[in-house]
Nanobody
Framework: VQLQASGGGLVQAGGSLRLSCAAS????????TAWFRQAPGQERDFVAA????????CYADSVKGRFTISRDNAKNTVYLQTNSLKLEDTAIYYC?????????????????????WGQGTQVTVSS
């Protein structure tokens, strides 16, 4: 599986963006997929994850109620709908995937759970 993230851009605070993570490969529905983000000078942080079947989702506390992760396995794509964006949401957003079973959000929130990473897409929130 290879991943291609897109959809980033410049948006005013309070605005919205929908990020997409397009995957190659016919078994994408078997992959847990996640979004991470990294702001300048900071560590990479978990944002959200979704299981292959989309039955389970996980979110960082900082984005709960504002961001929604979803997937369309027919299109081999995972989405991250970002609403009510804040200045602190400014970062490069990366999607990642791994072929594993859901064992809880704690593990899926760690970067080590994923062995496939896409390039990032920049999200910049302005005041």
């Amino acid at each position: 599986v290879q991943l291609q993230a897109s959809g980033g851009g410049l948006v005013q605070a309070g605005g919205s963006l929908r990020l997409s993570c397009a995957a190659s490969g016919r078994t994408f529905s078997s992959y847990v997929t996640a979004w991470f983000r990294q702001a300048p000078g900071q560590e990479r942080d978990f944002v959200a994850a979704i299981t292959g079947s989309a039955i389970s989702t996980c979110y960082a506390d900082s984005v709960k109620g504002r961001f929604t992760i979803s997937r369309d396995n027919a299109k081999n794509t995972v989405y991250l709908q970002t609403n009510s964006l804040k200045l602190e949401d400014t970062a490069i957003y990366y999607c990642a995937a791994a072929k594993l079973y859901y064992t809880g959000c704690s593990y899926l929130a760690t970067g080590q759970a994923y062995d496939v990473w896409g390039q990032g897409t920049q999200v910049t929130v302005s005041s």
